[in-house]
T-cell receptor
Framework: GESVGLHLPTLSVQEGDNSIINCAYSNSASDYFIWYKQESGKGPQFIIDIRSNMDKRQGQRVTVLLNKTVKHLSLQIAATQPGDSAVYFCAEKRAGANSKLTFGKGITLSVRP | GAVVSQHPSWVICKSGTSVKIECRSLDFQATTMFWYRQFPKQSLMLMATSNEGSKATYEQGVEKDKFLINHASLTLSTLTVTSAHPEDSSFYIC??????????FGDGTRLSIL
């Protein structure tokens, strides 16, 4: 069936470096993508989203890139900080206000001081 | 804005007990609420989708008689785990959404059945 997956289970980066978290999706009908951050014992926190009519969107220290040709999504975090340590999930959904989200497997970002 | 409150955050109870979890959207009206289950080191698995005033739509493999969902208002949905057993122990997370806005999540409820 269709799925959303992540390439690597863990990522360790040095504080101050840039982080890149990648995600592959297989549902060509998906038109909306979201990155969530989940800290231990908490629910997912919205980071940034992007619609399929865009290929790049920037937020505060974060950038999401979408490559529909190869069905690839990435999250770039600039100047990674210890507070960025968490599990990151990409999620996709199809068109429609209340269509459900499909979450990827998650990747743990660990920031070394 | 877009705050979702979930209560309780942690509950321990005996096998056979029924447990109710509340999910509230505090500063917006949620046309749709979702309930997820998450096992350690795993992703979120959607259990059901709930629209205000309607019966919940359950995902395949989720027992509707086991996991009762009520969405009586635009700011409150409840999940009741009936006759809970140790295998029901998990992290349950709700989310709320309005229109085309992103889903916003509560901080989850850790359920431990002894």
């Amino acid at each position: 069936g269709e799925s959303v997956g992540l390439h690597l289970p863990t990522l360790s980066v040095q504080e101050g470096d840039n982080s890149i978290i990648n995600c592959a999706y297989s549902n060509s009908a998906s038109d909306y993508f979201i990155w969530y951050k989940q800290e231990s014992g908490k629910g997912p926190q919205f980071i940034i989203d992007i619609r399929s009519n865009m290929d790049k969107r920037q937020g505060q220290r974060v950038t999401v890139l979408l490559n529909k040709t190869v069905k690839h999504l990435s999250l770039q975090i600039a100047a990674t900080q210890p507070g960025d340590s968490a599990v990151y999930f990409c999620a996709e959904k199809r068109a429609g206000a209340n269509s459900k989200l499909t979450f990827g497997k998650g990747i743990t970002l660990s920031v070394r001081p | 804005g877009a705050v979702v409150s979930q209560h309780p955050s942690w509950v321990i109870c005996k096998s056979g007990t029924s447990v109710k979890i509340e999910c509230r959207s505090l500063d917006f009206q949620a046309t749709t609420m979702f309930w997820y289950r998450q096992f350690p080191k795993q992703s979120l698995m959607l259990m059901a989708t709930s629209n205000e005033g309607s019966k919940a739509t359950y995902e395949q493999g989720v027992e509707k008689d086991k996991f009762l969902i009520n969405h009586a208002s635009l700011t409150l949905s409840t999940l009741t785990v009936t006759s809970a057993h140790p295998e029901d122990s998990s992290f349950y997370i709700c989310s709320a959404q309005t229109g085309y806005q992103p889903q916003h999540f509560g901080d989850g409820t850790r359920l431990s059945i002894l």
